[in-house]
């Protein structure tokens, strides 16, 4: 069943590996296998309960408002620098049931297709935004091709009338709080932004991050509609940090490649892959290499067989509960 596969993949906290693919050679020995273990941090009550309206411009949206929470944050690094990604859980359920998704149950629009959203006011600084919406739509096209999956994905077009993002709101980089769409890429903001909810040089680290906010209650407790052991996603922001050198021609941070990662966590995938240091070289690698790395690794437009195998324990039941 999907859900069992879900809570496989979602609750497998440290990274795990396939050994067919695996980037290692055999000759590389004294290896250190490097294990990064979870965040778990508190935020303040701007985070915890959030009232969520409607936007009345785009199609038609279910009736009444909602309440949502910050969940969790999943985030990319250079894999050079030797500190990789790693997931911040702001939200500890106290039974260890960890991991979110979307649940055809609840859905803001009232249907079960993923709406995706791409903030065209929040531009890079290297980039103009026809490029940088190009690479992001051509990422979330990747994920749409995956053959198992039928998400109905489709895109809200932009509105250069407001900026997007509840956590950019709250921080205060702009914002709006009505809902927009299920995955949000919410653009390009600085390096401080990234410090304010991921702590001491972020700036410098993070190339991208997804918040995941979940569904509550009024009383604030998560919701999960179809029973699966996740609470149920409201929705994803994704936000990238324009304090590095982005480009679309496979030099310095390629837009594409980290766009096709925070997507994947947008649809619900962790990080995946074992990551060794090789001492002899002080120098890290994964085992897969896969676009669902911690780290970044160079360019990766495509979706390999881990990548592949991740996304269909999720999405080949959908919208079946």
């Known amino acids: 069943m999907r859900t069992i596969k879900l809570s496989v993949l979602i609750l497998s906290l440290i990274l795990v590996s396939c050994s067919q693919e695996s980037e290692i050679d055999s000759t590389d020995l004294n290896q250190q296998e490097v294990i990064v273990e979870p965040i778990f941090r508190e935020v303040g009550d701007e985070f915890k309960k959030i009232p969520l309206t409607n936007i009345s411009d785009f199609e038609k949206r279910s009736e009444g408002n909602f309440f949502v929470s910050l969940y969790s944050a999943e985030y990319l690094t250079l894999a050079e620098n030797g500190e990789m990604g790693n997931t911040v859980y702001f939200m500890d359920r106290g039974n260890k049931q960890l991991g979110s998704d979307f649940s055809p149950l609840l859905s803001i629009d009232g249907t079960t297709d993923i709406s995706y959203y791409i903030d065209e006011t929040r531009a890079s600084e ?4 026809e490029e ?9 096209n990747t994920w749409e091709d995956v053959k198992c999956s039928e998400l109905g994905l489709f895109r809200v077009p932009s509105n250069n009338e407001f900026s997007t993002g509840l956590i950019a709101q709250i921080l205060g980089y702009g914002g709006e709080v009505p809902f927009v769409a299920e995955i949000n890429h919410a653009g390009w903001l600085p390096g401080e932004f990234f410090e304010m909810a991921l702590g001491e040089d972020a700036a410098t680290r993070v190339l991208g991050v997804t918040y995941t906010l979940i569904f509550i209650d009024e009383n604030g407790n998560p919701l999960d509609t179809n029973e699966d052991g996740l609470v149920d996603t409201a929705l994803r922001e994704i936000y990238y940090n324009d304090n590095f050198q982005w480009n679309i021609d496979g030099n310095s941070i390629d837009v594409e490649t980290v766009a096709l990662h925070e997507a994947g966590h947008g649809l619900s995938q962790a990080h995946f892959g074992k ?6 070289t ?7 290499r896969a676009v669902m790395n911690a780290g970044y690794t160079g360019v990766q437009n495509e979706i390999g067989k881990t990548d592949n195998a991740g996304h269909c324990s999720i999405w080949d039941y959908w919208p079946e509960e």
């Open 126 to 129: 290297d980039l103009n935004i």
């Open 275 to 280: 990551l060794f240091e090789i001492k002899k």
């Open 282 to 288: 002080e120098k890290f690698q994964f085992a897969p």
């Open 132 to 140: 940088t919406t190009g690479s992001i739509m051509s990422a979330m």
